[in-house]
């Protein structure tokens, strides 16, 4: 059964940075493109960022230049490194793997950026 474990979220003021970890159990890492979404409260989930598995990355246009995705593939590991947050950017963070085949979503982690 794979399994997508997200860690990192928290509460920051404007301008700081977290960075988020998802790591993945089971064999689809490696396969897969990884990517963060993230949800608001009325809102609907949005793609935040993800990265193919040969690297190649893709950034929505509200993050770009603040955000970074990153993969390590020994660890079975993604990342999303935040910087200069924005109350905006509140949100439960959501990892997720995905492949023609297959399709798995972490539990969440909130972000919380107070001004």
């Known amino acids: 059964q794979v399994q997508l474990v997200e860690s990192g979220g928290g509460l920051v003021q404007a301008g700081g940075s977290l960075r988020l970890s998802c790591a993945a159990s089971g064999s689809i890492f490696r396969a897969n493109v990884m990517g963060w979404y993230r949800q608001a409260p009325g809102k609907q989930r949005e793609l935040v960022a993800r990265?193919?598995?040969?690297?190649?990355?893709y950034y929505a246009d509200s993050v770009k230049g603040r955000f970074t995705i990153s993969r390590d593939n020994a660890k079975n590991t993604v990342y999303l490194q935040m910087n200069s947050l924005k109350p905006e950017d509140t949100a439960v963070y959501y990892c997720?793997?995905?492949?023609?085949?297959?399709?798995?979503w972490g539990q969440g982690t909130q972000v919380t950026v107070s001004s």
């Open positions: 997720n793997s995905w492949s023609a085949r297959n399709d798995y």
């Open positions: 990265i193919a598995t040969g690297g190649s990355t």
